[in-house]
């Protein structure tokens, strides 16, 4: 398969079309799916008008991007040399497959491609990237917790070598009281499509901890969709950093379904050139005395564009709900680009719900500071920008983990300095040519 | 503690009384036939004796609605409508084109009492001298369904150089202005209801506030829909000349009916440099009955452009009525400096379903904007906030600061917010809160102790909770909206 396909949505339904003989699982959720897709399309892919959950994320790039398969068997040692080092578990996918040779799976993990059921929370229905996920999705992670267990770190790995595109469906099953942190690593080389599903049941009392850092490559596109259900007095603790990728959405459905469940929904975003993050997420209260809290914090450079869609939904009946929505934006280019749209949807009366959003370049005063003690003006504004993402990280409590981001933050720091400072060279030299 | 203890009166004196203002005036009617096409839009622009230029723009307006869909997006349902069902010419019969006020039909002048026009306009209007030391009287230009019948203070205003006057008069008397700002900050093609209004629109009001003149009085429209099955579609173009003032105030009333009525109004402001536009609104129309029948829907464009350095545009409203309500007073802040204003109260009860909020576009250098939604939703309704604060790359340094309170009362109704915030300039600074809650137990305990009823309580709360948006409205106005806030979360406590 080294000829480009064709693009756009009619590429995937047509690839579909040809490959259906081959899929594994029930062949009618397939169909359903292909259906749906074939109505929706790629948001953004064609003139049609862009469903409101699309607002500001055109997936026309991804239309207009031919995808080429590149030969099997590539060398993947270098991109397992970034996979975060840590004493702990590991499931390693590449291009989409698992590799049993790479990994060391936890008790309790299978794969999708032995297991091929599609779950029930996911809505391919609705969803136009999770109807192209369960159209073509082959592999993935299934991991169950039993009752009571605690499975500590497990670090789920995609690295993606530059194939065209990848449908991991995952599926995280936490009985009651069971507890588990996965650190969810997305990276790649070249230009490939990551679209991952990743449905996770938080049973009673269990806790779960979702690290997610996405550092695809440049050219790459990461268009993730996840689905959480959270029973009695469960806790989803999700974090994500978003830092690679051309254009990236995380979308986010979780659903708070018995009472006093808690949900954490935070995350950062980094970008720069002409990068684009989208996240996205949807939280409903179904049940009283339940508590959500999202913060997401944006920094962003050059002519970079973050969006963040947050609604909190609290259904008639879930009394006591607490729900705190805030959304950050540090602009530090006259050419970036923020767009927030935090939602509040209430239909029961005694809640506590409230949202907030600020958008703002770096405090002058504060650089000024800096600088009158004497520190450099980039110093200055990393200083300012890592104390603004401090916070947020801080929402990662696994020390490790919280090691591991930071590491991460401050190759992104050192990456887009760097490049900064080339950009103003280049600058200096056309005026002076 | 006046205020409230009015309120409280206002409350019994009202128990079991219904919509107050429910009534319905018979004066003869030029009806035109139902429905929608180009020889209506011909008949209304030949009753209205527009030039043909007035004329070719209606067209154009009606070819581009005809390609329009209509909206989807807001928070709000309601059976289709058939445009073709409805009247869109409907005008009280002539007797020979009022000149006085003497000769104003009797009929409209004891409607202007049910209407609770205060008691110092109607003296004025039946022609009694103001007493020398009172305050500025308000000019009132009445709207009688589609044809404003008569307008006071002409005299007054034109002394300071202010025109005031419906708007098809304009058309005729002063075409150049029209023809200059009609459709320049809401163009005919703008939204689905917008290029409608701009077809069919009947009257309105024009106001032009000449360079350097503060208005001497402030301007009111009492708009009043009558008239079976007419959709009202009111065209307001206010220009303010730099250096200019003017406050204007909007409050309406509608008989009580079973059937759904439209209403897509348009109001366009124009504020130059250093001008400045103050508009309020207070809006009591029918809402439908207990089960959600009948009531009005409006759906309305409101658009003020701050064009000048240092205009400022300020929207008051506070909105009780309508089954429906669809309404973004909005500004387009080109001017540097330029500051854009808005202030709301939403109240829902029983049925109701309202959807709306504000623009605020940046463009000009240091422009700033404030908004302050408070909503409350009581019985069956819903209310949402729907709002955009948008920053353009040459809006450098700019401002907004934005706060939406939600108040639920019951649990059977529901409260939304949909701010949209899109900066595109580092040194813009963005606030957004909101936050969503009930009246606090603590509070009503307070009150309750202090032997209120718990109604009284609620209502004290409430207007508490509005105080922000309440104090930006002209004293007039103030009193009214307070009570009307009582009146319309009447029954739905406890």
Redesign the interface.
Known sequence: MNAPVSLGAAGFLARYDAARHLLSGDPSVRDAAAEAFRRSGLPGGTSARRPEAWKYTSLRPIAETALQSLADDRDVSALLARVPALDSPLVVFVDGRFRADLSNPPAGFSTFAKQPEFGDLARPDRDPMTALNTMLAEDGARLRIAAGGDAGVVRLVSLATGAETLHPRHVLHLEPGARLTVLDVSIGDGTYLHNPVTEAHVGADAHLIHVRLQDESADAFHLATLYVDVAAAGTYDGFTLNLGGRLTRAEFHVGLTGAAAVAHLNGAQLLTGTQHADFTSVVRHAEPHGTSRQTVRNVLAGRSRGVFQGRIEVARGAQKTDGYQMNQALLLSPDAEIDSKPELEIFADDVKCSHGATVGELDAEQLFYLRSRGIPDQEARALLVRAFLQEGLDDVTDARIHAIMEASVQGWWDRQSAQAITERANATKAVGA | MPAATETIDTVQALADTGYKWGFETNIEMDLAPKGLNEDIIRLISERKEEPSWMLDWRLKAYAAWLKMPEPD?AHVTHPPIDYQDLHYYAAPKKKAGPKSLDEVDPELLAMYEKLGIPLKERAILAGVEPDENERPPIAVDAVFDSVSVATTFRETLSKSGVIFCPISEAVRDHPDLVKQYIGSVVPVADNFFAALNSAVFTDGSFVYIPKGVRCPMELSTYFRINARNTGQFERTLIIAEAGSHVSYLEGCTAPQRDENQLHAAVVELVAMDDASIKYSTVQNWYPGDAEGRGGIYNFVTKRGACRGARSKISWTQVETGSAITWKYPSCLLLGEDSVGEFYSVAVTTMHQQADTGTKMIHVGKGSTSTIVSKGISAGKSNNTYRGLVR?L?SAKGARNHTQCD?L???????????????????????????????IAEDQLFYCRQRGLSEEDAVNLIVNGFCKEVLKELPMEFAVEAQKLLAVSLEGSVG
């Open positions: 997006w920053i790359p939600s639920l009362i019951g649990d059977q109704c529901g409260a939304h917010t949909v701010p949209y915030i899109e900066s595109r300039n580092p040194s813009a600074k963005v606030e957004h809160e909101a936050t969503t809650s009930k």
